[in-house]
């Protein structure tokens, strides 16, 4: 089968793919199970890749037998802990079956009905990712020089903390407050999250850390989700100097704006089918991993109609509106920060259609999982944790959810630039010496294959040249 594969530089001669009938998907066909499972890793992945694809518009049109039948053929092929395609495959046939699942609520709410969530276990998740990626430690990094430069000589400083779950970040703060030349300000944090423990043990620690530096410091811990934030209860006192750190959180508030227009045309999105020309030309790919096969063209997976493509900074009319964004942002600006630092996803996972997003979020975590898969053991158990806790519950979220469940709507750039400067914002550069020390970072730890990009003042983390998420700073 090896043989069948030519590699060029943008296509194959031929593909196995070609030579497998049954994947039409028609239930009525024998099963090829046993020669499946004895593919090489490379026509493995073609195969997955097809299936997928295939499944997830069966599962678009409505289709429920032949998506069935996909999923168990997929099955025997995926592994959540097998190679990066097979483990992809896992978390995204879990989010098509319960999807399907979803047309029988009762079935789904008696499948689901015993399940525990343990806020410890999703901290420790996150405590995970921050360990074994380095991109939220690049966050906190340029997140905190930018503070720390646009606080100089202020001695009454305010940082609004919109997802208050790292004491590490802040910590960090501390420290480089504690020797400024003329001495630490009065500090003062307003910690948003909607577990009241998260908060309390943000409080100990960063309380425990400022006693020991010296540091006059006091935390103002708010209990609630970020949509039902009272802007009134950030309690910003006149002399203080604000800083906002929002680190993959404003896109939480587009599920409200979604669900204010699904009730508004009384009618959900309807699906539309990947076009059959470009769904061929993902059967072409033929890199030696997923993410090389999905990163290489990512623009050309699916054509979104043009009112979904990227948009003209110049154009406020290609977003959709989004009054509770709007008005949050706007309320946000005129507490008039001397910062706000915004860390985002770089994907769109916010399209109106099933396909779109499955097409986004195979090249997004496709990228995401080849990083763990150079780094990290198979075997590793937080390997194990971060893809099916974080990775495997966004993509749940992202394909089986719609409306107010559905949260991970990330946007790209272009979006959140037009959407901040729509409420008042102005961009600032990021800090020059920020973008040194996560240089430095990457370099001193030995990150292979990370890298960071400066963009018009932005900044992009990129696994290899694949950019998975963006920084920008405004005042």
């Not at 025997?76 to 989010?95: C, K, N, V, W």
């Amino acid at each position: 089968m090896a043989g069948m594969i030519q590699e060029g530089r943008t296509s194959v001669t031929s593909s196995p793919l070609q030579f497998f009938p049954w994947m039409s998907l028609s239930p009525g066909l024998g099963s090829p199970f046993p020669w499946l499972r004895e593919l090489k890793s490379e026509e493995r992945g073609l195969c997955l890749i097809h299936l997928l694809v295939a499944c997830a518009n069966h599962v678009a049109a409505g289709s429920l037998e032949n998506a069935n039948f996909g999923l168990e053929q997929i099955s025997h092929l995926a592994s959540p802990d097998g190679d990066t395609m097979q483990r992809i495959a896992a978390y995204f046939t879990e989010a098509l079956a319960d999807r399907m699942l979803k047309a029988w609520p009762g079935l789904h709410k008696a499948l689901n009905s015993t399940k525990i969530s343990s806020v410890s276990e999703e901290i420790l998740v996150q405590k995970l990712f921050f360990e074994l990626c380095p991109f939220l430690k690049i966050a906190y990094v340029i997140t905190n020089q930018a503070i720390i430069e646009a606080m100089e000589g202020e001695k009454m400083v305010h940082i609004i903390d919109l997802n208050s779950c790292e004491p590490a970040q802040w910590i960090n703060l501390f420290q480089t407050f504690s020797v400024r030349p003329e001495g630490p300000p009065h500090l003062r944090i307003t910690g948003i999250h909607e577990q009241k423990e998260v908060l309390e043990q943000m409080a100990l620690w960063l309380t425990e850390e400022a006693e020991k530096l010296d540091i006059p410091f006091q935390f103002n811990p708010i209990v609630c989700k970020l949509e039902n934030l009272d802007l009134e209860s950030l309690r910003v006192k006149t002399g203080e100097a604000l800083a906002v750190s929002s680190v993959l959180q404003l896109h939480s508030l587009l599920a409200t704006d979604d669900e204010m227009r699904r009730r508004n045309n009384n009618s959900p999105s309807l699906s539309k089918n990947l076009n059959s020309n470009q769904s061929h030309r993902i059967l072409q790919m033929n890199q030696r991993t997923l993410g090389e096969w999905l990163e290489k063209e990512p623009v050309h997976i699916y054509s979104p109609s043009s009112d979904l493509a990227t948009p003209s900074p110049s154009s406020p009319l290609s977003l959709a509106p989004a009054p509770k964004m709007g008005s949050f942002l706007t309320a946000l600006r005129a507490l008039s920060p001397k910062l706000m630092v915004v860390t985002e996803q770089e994907s769109n996972h916010n399209g109106p259609t099933l396909m779109e997003r499955v097409m986004e979020a195979l090249n997004f975590y496709a990228a995401l999982f080849d990083c763990l898969e150079s780094t990290v053991s198979r075997a590793q158990l937080e390997r194990q944790k971060v893809e099916k806790m974080l990775f495997g519950e966004e993509i749940k979220n992202i394909i089986a959810c719609e409306g107010l469940e559905r949260k991970e709507r990330h946007e790209k750039l272009d979006k959140w630039i037009l959407r901040l400067e729509l409420a008042g914002f102005v961009k600032v550069p990021l800090s020059y010496h920020g973008m040194l020390q996560a240089g430095r970072l990457l370099q001193t730890n030995n990150y292979d294959g990370y890298n960071i990009k400066e963009e018009n003042g932005c900044l992009v983390m990129c696994w290899q040249e694949r950019p998975l998420y963006s920084m920008s700073a405004w005042g």
